[in-house]
């Protein structure tokens, strides 16, 4: 059974360790780190300096296998946007990212009250994308892409959200 927890530093170890190459790691943190390969201690440097930053661990009887940030973009505390969303390289496909995004939904909407979740996903993460509408979000247009220059291309951004309202509804469409 999937559990959520606190973000404890020697999780980056496990964490970090999923990401097999430098395309799979700037897919997953886009320009957040200075170097590949990462170390456990920057990924504890870059968290522990973040304001309104929530960093869970998802676990199993085998250990971890999961990890997201959650935090609040704007002062109104009215929206969540997640992101660093990975799974265990060796549990992908068995719906363990799905498992961990509804426990974090469950949390933004019935703990915290926000009104929306988003969350922005990299044109070329297609299995990603597919996890994010598996749970309900859906792609919602912007005035300005966002766009990253990684490994001397150019990464653009699709923007996701689900509102509270929409997940309510799925909840209770899924239980008939």
Same mark, same amino acid.
């Given at each position: 059974?999937?559990?959520?927890?606190?973000?404890?530093?020697?999780?980056?170890?496990?964490?970090?360790? %999923?990401?097999?190459?430098?395309?799979?790691?700037?897919?997953?943190?886009?320009? *957040? /780190?200075?170097?590949?390969?990462?170390?456990?201690?920057?990924?504890?440097? @870059?968290?522990?300096?973040?304001?309104?930053? /929530?960093?869970?661990?998802?676990?199993?009887?085998? !250990?971890?296998? !999961?990890? @997201?940030?959650? *935090?609040?973009?704007?002062?109104?505390?009215?929206?969540? #946007?997640?992101?660093?969303?990975?799974?265990?390289?060796?549990?992908?496909?068995?719906?363990?990212?799905?498992?961990?995004?509804?426990?974090?939904?469950? /949390?933004?909407?019935?703990?915290?009250?926000?009104?929306?979740?988003?969350?922005?996903?990299?044109?070329?993460?297609?299995?990603?994308?597919?996890?994010? #509408?598996?749970?309900?979000?859906?792609?919602?247009?912007?005035?300005?892409?966002?766009? /990253?220059?990684?490994?001397?291309?150019? %990464?653009?951004?699709?923007?996701?959200?689900?509102?509270?309202?929409?997940?309510?509804?799925?909840? %209770?469409?899924?239980?008939?």
């Amino acid at each position: 059974m999937l559990h959520m927890r606190p973000y404890q530093p020697e999780d980056a170890e496990h964490i970090l360790s %999923w990401i097999k190459n430098e395309y799979a790691f700037r897919q997953w943190s886009a320009d *957040r /780190y200075e170097r590949y390969p990462a170390m456990p201690e920057d990924m504890n440097r @870059l968290y522990a300096g973040a304001k309104d930053f /929530y960093p869970m661990t998802a676990y199993d009887e085998s !250990g971890v296998v !999961g990890h @997201l940030t959650m *935090r609040f973009p704007t002062d109104e505390k009215n929206e969540l #946007r997640f992101g660093f969303v990975i799974v265990d390289d060796a549990k992908r496909g068995c719906g363990y990212g799905k498992d961990m995004l509804n426990m974090a939904l469950f /949390y933004a909407f019935c703990v915290a009250r926000v009104d929306r979740v988003s969350l922005a996903v990299f044109e070329n993460n297609e299995a990603a994308y597919g996890c994010y #509408r598996s749970a309900g979000f859906r792609e919602v247009e912007v005035e300005e892409t966002e766009a /990253y220059h990684v490994m001397g291309e150019t %990464w653009n951004c699709r923007e996701m959200q689900l509102q509270q309202d929409e997940w309510r509804m799925r909840l %209770w469409s899924s239980s008939k």
